[in-house]
């Protein structure tokens, strides 16, 4: 871009923003002798950023609850920060794509770096958002029938299992739904898949003796993660996934695990996903809200279960696949689409056979504590 375009179009931006701030009352005065936000800095790009800061004895709120005007303006794909004084206002090229198809070619390298990478979705900026959920443990996932929170569980499973070993990831899964899991029954990675409260409730039970050697590990060896342990003493990590855990809400020993494991198992390399339909708050009681580092807020019904799963407006959301998710900052993201046969293909080279094999569509058969601990800690 010449140096003379580049102008034109810093101008033009300064005029739209000055249109901005006479459309939306954001000045001191009159209209005749008006004392507008000061405009320090505009960048023009890809993408393009608005640096200004309002009068003293300007109400900051006049700017953040009247944003509409920039929307109206500038368009959708907008973003303001700010509180006080100085607002920063970007307005992007790109936007969230509404459709996104899973691609594991494209996917797989962005979560090499981390230990155990999520994929999360697209930003506003067209970008790949992944994390590393052993820096970043537990998730929360929420969202209505047709949201996409079960593509979302599908493709973060999928993920861990295309980029981690068996030996490096051991995965527990619980299916209330009995709807979910199915295509992980026979993956190498995954030790049970199990719907039921009782079989649900004897899986935690030995990942908390499993959390009790870990803790004793660590303080024999005076180390703060497990990962620090000897090379001989090192352990696989344990992801725990249970989708609409919320039914087991009534079964106080496995809330109380869920608890402990959000609460310490970090450092002891136990991690946990829970997934909900209706976020209840008690339910998700302040110890575990407060350990889930991050949250997935797809499609909810209003604003109070919002403000429950912490992700701000993700009642407003009207697209499928569309979520907010709450981390280090909050962040709207188009989840990846990973069709249940496509799923199948990806996972078909970690198929082995497992003796017995448990359908979760079948009745519960009555397993015995030894059925139960050999199931969990087969190889």
Same mark, same amino acid.
């Given at each position: 871009?010449?140096?003379?375009?580049?102008?034109?179009?810093?101008?033009?931006?300064?005029?739209?923003?000055?249109?901005?701030?006479? =459309?939306?009352?954001?000045?001191?005065?009159?209209?005749?002798?008006?004392?507008?936000?000061?405009?320090?800095?505009?960048?023009?790009?890809?993408?393009?950023?608005?640096?200004?800061?309002?009068?003293?004895?300007?109400?900051?709120?006049?700017?953040?609850?009247?944003?509409?005007?920039?929307?109206?303006?500038?368009?959708?794909?907008?973003?303001?920060?700010?509180?006080?004084?100085?607002?920063?206002?970007?307005?992007?090229?790109?936007?969230?794509?509404?459709?996104?198809?899973?691609?594991?070619?494209?996917?797989?390298?962005?979560?090499?770096?981390?230990?155990?990478?999520?994929?999360?979705?697209?930003?506003?900026?067209?970008?790949?958002?992944?994390?590393?959920?052993?820096?970043?443990?537990?998730?929360?996932?929420?969202?209505?029938?047709?949201?996409?929170?079960?593509?979302?569980?599908?493709?973060?499973?999928?993920?861990?299992?295309?980029?981690?070993?068996?030996?490096?990831?051991?995965?527990?899964?619980?299916?209330?739904?009995?709807?979910?899991?199915?295509?992980?029954?026979?993956?190498?990675?995954?030790?049970?898949?199990?719907?039921? =409260?009782?079989?649900?409730?004897?899986?935690?039970?030995?990942?908390?003796?499993?959390?009790?050697?870990?803790?004793?590990?660590?303080?024999?060896?005076?180390?703060?993660?497990?990962?620090?342990?000897?090379?001989?003493?090192?352990?696989?990590?344990?992801?725990?996934?249970?989708?609409?855990?919320?039914?087991?809400?009534?079964?106080?020993?496995?809330?109380?695990?869920?608890?402990?494991?959000?609460?310490?198992?970090?450092?002891?390399?136990?991690?946990?996903?829970?997934?909900?339909?209706?976020?209840?708050?008690?339910?998700?009681?302040?110890?575990?809200?407060?350990?889930?580092?991050?949250?997935?807020?797809?499609?909810?019904?209003?604003?109070?279960?919002?403000?429950?799963?912490?992700?701000?407006?993700?009642?407003?959301?009207?697209? =499928?696949?569309?979520?907010?998710?709450?981390?280090?900052?909050?962040?709207?993201?188009? =989840?990846?689409?990973?069709?249940?046969?496509?799923?199948?293909?990806?996972?078909?080279?970690?198929?082995?056979?497992?003796?017995?094999?448990?359908?979760?569509?079948?009745?519960?058969?009555?397993?015995?504590?030894?059925?139960?601990?050999?199931?969990?800690?087969?190889?």
């Amino acid at each position: 871009m010449s140096k003379w375009k580049k102008t034109l179009q810093e101008l033009s931006v300064r005029r739209k923003m000055i249109k901005a701030f006479k =459309a939306g009352h954001f000045y001191l005065g009159d209209i005749e002798r008006p004392i507008f936000p000061k405009i320090h800095a505009v960048s023009v790009g890809e993408n393009t950023t608005i640096t200004f800061t309002i009068p003293n004895g300007l109400d900051p709120k006049t700017i953040t609850k009247n944003d509409y005007i920039f929307k109206q303006i500038f368009g959708k794909k907008i973003e303001l920060e700010g509180e006080v004084k100085k607002f920063v206002l970007s307005i992007y090229s790109k936007g969230i794509p509404k459709n996104l198809t899973y691609q594991a070619k494209t996917i797989t390298p962005l979560l090499a770096p981390h230990r155990l990478g999520i994929i999360c979705g697209k930003d506003k900026n067209g970008e790949w958002i992944t994390y590393d959920l052993a820096t970043k443990p537990h998730i929360l996932i929420a969202g209505e029938t047709g949201s996409g929170k079960s593509t979302q569980l599908r493709s973060i499973l999928t993920s861990l299992i295309l980029t981690k070993k068996p030996s490096e990831l051991e995965i527990y899964l619980g299916d209330c739904k009995k709807s979910e899991f199915h295509i992980f029954r026979k993956v190498e990675h995954v030790k049970c898949v199990y719907s039921s =409260a009782r079989d649900i409730g004897k899986m935690l039970s030995n990942i908390k003796k499993e959390l009790d050697e870990r803790s004793n590990l660590t303080e024999l060896f005076e180390v703060s993660h497990v990962d620090d342990l000897p090379p001989e003493h090192r352990r696989p990590y344990i992801l725990v996934c249970i989708d609409e855990f919320v039914m087991l809400r009534k079964d106080e020993t496995i809330m109380d695990i869920l608890t402990e494991i959000v609460a310490i198992g970090r450092t002891l390399g136990v991690f946990a996903i829970l997934s909900m339909q209706r976020p209840n708050a008690k339910v998700l009681d302040t110890t575990i809200r407060a350990n889930l580092t991050t949250s997935m807020g797809f499609q909810l019904r209003d604003a109070m279960e919002s403000k429950i799963v912490n992700t701000p407006d993700a009642h407003k959301i009207d697209i =499928a696949g569309r979520f907010i998710m709450n981390s280090d900052k909050l962040y709207e993201i188009q =989840a990846p689409y990973l069709e249940m046969e496509d799923a199948k293909k990806l996972l078909n080279p970690f198929i082995v056979m497992k003796s017995p094999v448990k359908d979760i569509t079948e009745a519960p058969k009555k397993l015995t504590e030894e059925d139960v601990f050999n199931d969990i800690k087969r190889t």
